[in-house]
């Protein structure tokens, strides 16, 4: 293996966590929101950087050879407008299932 | 038809001659309850043989209390048939209305579980004159169980359910009303339940052709890609990747998913259709917006202020969302993971706490790797044209995952609740799940090191231990040694070598001690080989079916009784042979009925 294949498969993992840390932390937001903690100012902020942050990675996880990216982030991308929105906009596919799950209890 | 025992009536109330104690009609009731009101029977069993006024018919009480009858006479049954036939005449028979008289519905049911031979016998052991005609007068088959449909012209008039289909009594609005002894209907055969494709059905009416089955072989003609051989059913998917699997890069459509996800876990729960819209991207962001501006969402700028909605603000990289008020849940079409429809339908039917409780790679993970399974049986494509896969890394936990508590464990939590599968880990693993579902998010690198799987050696142990518990053993053990057997079908030999002795042992305690759901649970184990054991075991199933017709019989010890007749140990010719010449002690015609049809099958 050469130096640039590890690259790409470092950039990759990288890649990877990333995308799911910002995945999860989009999933918490909404999460909050939809159990009724809207965004202050300051949850606000921090919901436009990741908005802005996974609206920029777009590019790079369409490259990705793991699909499972593209999911993720049309699911976090999903999750922080709803949650920007204050529980308005549309839900992902993970937050429609909490709320399923939830409901059914 | 269970009469109530323990009713108020007024009658019952006030009759002095009767033992409060009596009332209550339990096996412990003291014999002196007897009295002089009925002069051969309990007192108790008076009650029920009184003139139901508004039926105009006479009603049968189905319970026995042999513990009222301190010393019952050799012939107490035959004295007691024939106190019902004096009772109620030779004509009595069930439900107290006239044989030829018996709805279409009970007479399926009879049929069912008696079969029209035994429907037969028992209408002309009621009435002599109802007895079957000769064989060559009765058309089409009775015993023979065969689908062919008898020739339309040797269908008896009197035969309305039989030679009428049910559309055409739909559509005609005839209702059978009365049936011939001699029953000319189809039955299946025994064992193979009769299944309905409400897809034929439903394009037969439709007059238009029924789709291909899940699984089934596909015209030849048919367009789309071409699948793969089923692969021996939903059992042979999901192992490893089969030969030149056909790829598409377009999300199946709703009824192929459907179709595939309800074949191959219909069993384990009845999979609930969801609003699911295949859309293209285009369609998909469309929709986004419109609900949007629809709904007067807000749009939050960059700068933090809101604006109305408008077209273009929902972001490009959006590939599935659901509406809200759960009325829609979109799906991109052009995705490069044909699986996504599955995927999202088995989400939508995924036991509620399984997600909270398990995190989102396993989740995930086990969505995807029965999506796949359930895909790659009904022979379509799982992967797309580059290759491409849904969540691989969890796929691949979930992989190793089985390899610890085995897949039937993992599906049956998956649809029916999670704590299952977090026993069945917790008790196979030196970890808790907890440690497993880590932060609960789409990670799986630490996963690795909490899903070795245990050696056979130490699932020998843990069945061993499990084994050990038979005098209090419960099913949630019996699914703890289900799901070791099943993590790795080459270890069973090992296994099953090492506790063989303790298996006879716990099977031996838990046919005479056990409730019966254990009793069941472990004799359907694949811990238990049923041809080693019988000789032993079955002595005691029958001895325990033996004592569910001591005292008062009710309708569940008759549910009991079948349960043990069914069990794999079970031998049923000697159960037969010792249960049916027990059936004139009850009393209840129903209950004689009923224990004679569950050893005759």
């Known amino acids: 293996m050469g130096n640039d294949e590890r690259t790409t498969s470092g950039d990759a993992a990288d890649l990877t966590e990333t995308i799911y840390d910002l995945s ?40 990705a050879p793991d699909p499972t990216l593209r999911s993720a982030l049309s699911e976090a991308i999903v999750d922080v407008t709803y949650a920007l929105s204050g529980g308005t906009a549309p839900l992902s596919l993970r937050m429609a299932q909490l709320i399923r799950d939830e409901q059914s209890r | 038809m269970t009469h109530r025992l323990v009713s108020t009536s007024a009658q019952w109330k006030t009759r002095p001659d009767i033992a409060p104690a009596a009332r209550s009609c339990n096996r412990t009731a003291p014999s002196a309850a007897q009295t002089s009101y ?58 107290g209305r006239s044989p030829v008289a018996l709805s279409a519905q009970l007479l399926r049911y009879l049929q069912r579980t008696a079969g029209n031979a035994g429907v037969a016998d028992l209408l ?45 009594r739909a559509r005609s609005g005839d209702r059978p009303r009365s049936l011939s002894v001699t029953l000319p209907a189809q039955r299946h055969a025994p064992g193979d339940s009769p299944s309905i494709d409400k ?78 819209k295949i859309v293209s991207k285009k369609e998909l962001l469309e929709a986004y917006d419109n609900d949007c501006i629809k709904r007067g969402v807000k749009f939050t700028e960059a700068d933090g202020t809101q604006r109305p909605w408008k077209k273009g603000d929902v972001s490009s990289n959006i590939e599935g969302f659901a509406m809200v008020d759960g009325s829609a849940i ?82 049956e939590a998956y649809f029916n609740g999670a704590e299952s599968l977090v026993r069945a880990y917790e008790a196979i693993m030196p970890h808790t799940f907890a440690e497993l579902k880590g932060t609960g998010s789409l990670s799986v690198t630490h996963m690795a090191a909490l899903l070795v799987p245990r050696t056979p050696t130490q699932k020998a142990a843990i069945v061993a231990g499990r084994l050990a518990l038979a005098p209090f053993l419960r099913t949630t053990d019996v699914a703890i040694i289900n799901a070791v057997l099943d993590s790795d079908p080459s270890d069973v030999g090992t ?29 359907a184990s694949p811990v238990v080989d049923p041809d080693t054991l019988r000789p032993t075991v079955a002595p005691l199933v029958t001895k325990r079916a033996h004592g569910y017709l001591e005292g008062w019989v009710s309708d569940g010890d008759l549910d009991n009784i079948e349960t043990l007749y069914n069990l ?27 224990l004679r049809m569950i050893v005759s099958r």
């Open chain 1, 24 to 63: 999860d932390r989009a999933f918490g937001l909404a999460r909050g929101v939809a159990g009724g903690e809207p965004l202050d100012p300051d949850g606000t902020r921090k919901a436009l950087a990741l908005r802005e942050q996974l609206e920029a990675l777009g590019p790079a996880v369409r490259q």
């Open chain 2, 330 to 411: 979109y799906v991109q079409k052009d995705t490069v993971l044909p699986t996504a429809t599955a995927h999202e339908l088995l989400h939508v039917n995924t036991a509620a706490d399984f997600r909270k409780m398990v995190g989102e790679a396993i989740n995930e993970g086990t969505t995807e790797h029965l999506a796949i399974k359930a895909v790659r049986a009904a022979g379509l494509p799982t992967a797309g044209s580059t290759g491409a896969k849904a969540y691989p890394q969890q796929v691949g936990a979930v992989g190793k995952l089985i390899k610890v508590v085995g897949e039937a464990a993992l599906i």
């Open chain 2, 199 to 276: 897809q034929a059905v439903a394009a037969e009416l439709s007059g238009k052709a029924a789709p291909p089955r899940p699984g089934a072989a596909p015209a030849p003609a048919a367009a789309g890609p071409t699948p793969t051989p089923a692969g021996g059913g939903p059992g042979a998917a999901g192992g490893g990747p089969a030969p030149a699997a056909p790829v598409s890069d377009k999300a199946m459509d709703y009824a192929s998913a459907e179709a595939a996800v309800s074949a191959a876990y219909g069993k384990v729960k009845k999979i609930t259709p969801a609003p699911i």
């Open chain 2, 495 to 523: 296994i099953k070598g090492t506790v063989g002795p303790m298996v006879e042992f716990a099977m031996r305690m838990v046919a005479i001690g056990r409730p019966i759901d254990v009793v069941q649970a472990l004799a």
């Open chain 2, 568 to 594: 794999r140990i079970a031998d049923k010719d000697a159960m037969r042979a010792e249960l049916r010449p027990r059936a004139k002690e009850l009393w209840s015609i129903g209950q004689r009925a009923r």
């Open chain 2, 38 to 95: 009925w002069p051969t029977r309990p007192a108790v069993q008076n009650r029920g043989s009184r003139v139901t006024a508004r039926a105009g018919c006479k009603r049968v009480p189905i319970h026995e209390n042999h513990d009222r009858d301190p010393s019952p006479a050799p012939d107490a049954g035959a004295a007691r048939h024939r106190t019902q036939q004096d009772a109620f005449g030779p004509d009595a028979s069930l439900l």
């Open chain 2, 124 to 168: 002309a052991a009621r009435r002599p004159a109802l007895a079957p005609r000769p064989a060559a007068d009765r058309v089409g088959p009775v015993e023979g169980y065969s689908r062919t449909a008898p020739p339309a012209t040797a269908m008896p008039a009197a035969a309305p359910l039989a030679t009428a289909s049910p559309t055409t």
